[in-house]
């Protein structure tokens, strides 16, 4: 399958790198493929610039938003939330219609410093925006509550735990499901809350997240619905 | 120890019983006691009258918001989140000083129709709320996620699985997670989330929580943190 990875973050990167090894065709979109190749200083978090990253990583290669969309099949966005819709619209409604996004960014709000706030918020969703953004698009929220790690290593967690998936069409659901198979989610391990508006639901699950993040210390836990 | 339990609804009915079970002296709180006692029609969620429970329980006895909060030692709101601050207010801020409060209430928000949405969110809690405007009291936000036969009764859900607690006091945490000890929650299973202000993340989980009823059918379910 040919994948499109929208965004050179530790997401996009940790997404695209399991990917290709698992066999598949991966690009990784960004606004600019020339400056994100040149840049050398550090990302906001301390990590270092995809460029180094794509370096390593050579079956992955870096193209602009509308040339992976493109290309790709189906299509993650990785993206941060706050530019999700406009990095969407780049990569262009035409090139993104019929196909699958799998759309794992959570809309953090940064403007009023630590913890970030959502927004939107309680009566509507990231998840929900670009599903009405884009109605030939089909949208399936998923991983948006776990750690990049954990997305595509579930095993580094002990024990079982669960993935989500939102999505109004049922077959990306399948599809989406499949991934996760891929990616080494165990059968029943994945819990299909319905559509696209639960996304509201697991988006609303980053301010505990956050906050279980600073009290474990740690990032290698995830949700695990008990009695599912 | 003298528990104040406010409000007569599901919620507070599972939690004054089990009190009383443990042995601890209990009374229910409630606006007007010789209403609540003379009313024979079902509540809006079709269950039967507060009465007929409190004939069933003759240890519990009902009295107004500001008797129940004269009496408690430790309170505990149970009404519903959109009207906490007004019963509290009705409680007494005097009979409430000095005293453990702990919140179980959700600030759902049913003025839109189903599903509800919360308010406040996001920015804030009704856990802080309740706190802030009473400062003197001390605030616990906990058992707010999770169904009420769960809450006084684990074992009904399967495996290991967490409640949490919030609040700005930390021997008034260390209270309440003995109290959750005598409900019958292992130790270890009670995760201290930090101060009030993560009441928000706790209270952020209902969406997901009612998307989860939803999808499985039933409420015998709880959130676990896998790798906690």
Redesign the interface.
């Known amino acids: 399958m040919r994948y499109a990875v929208l965004g050179t973050g530790i997401v996009g990167q940790t997404i695209a790198g399991k990917l290709a090894t698992l066999g598949h065709e991966v690009v990784l979109g960004t606004r600019d493929p020339e400056a994100t190749m040149a840049r050398t200083d550090l990302d906001p978090y301390g990590n270092p610039p995809a460029a180094q990253w794509l370096a390593r990583h050579p079956l992955v290669r870096p193209l602009s938003f509308a040339d992976a969309a493109a290309f790709g099949e189906v299509v993650v966005n990785t993206t941060a939330g706050a530019a999700s819709l406009q990095v969407l619209e780049t990569a262009g409604r035409d090139r993104l219609a019929g196909k699958v996004l799998i759309d794992i960014a959570n809309p953090l709000d940064f403007s009023?410093g630590m913890p970030p706030?959502?927004n939107p918020?309680?009566?509507d969703s990231l998840g929900e925006r670009i599903q009405r953004t884009f109605p030939e698009t089909k949208v399936v929220k998923t991983l948006n509550t776990m750690n990049a790690a954990v997305m595509v290593e579930p095993s580094?967690?002990?024990?079982?735990?669960h993935a989500?998936v939102s999505g109004d069409d049922t077959d990306a659901k399948k599809l989406v499901t499949g991934l996760l198979t891929e990616f080494g989610w165990p059968t029943g391990s994945v819990?299909?809350?319905?559509d696209i508006s639960?996304a509201?639901?697991?988006e609303?699950?980053l301010?505990?997240?956050?906050?279980?993040w600073?009290?474990?210390g740690?990032a290698?836990?995830?949700?695990?619905?008990?009695?599912?």
């Open positions: 009023a706030a959502l918020v309680n009566t580094r967690v002990a024990g079982t735990h989500f819990i299909d809350l319905g639960t509201r639901g697991t609303m699950l301010p505990i997240w956050l906050r279980l600073g009290a474990l740690h290698d836990f995830n949700f695990h619905i008990a009695g599912a």
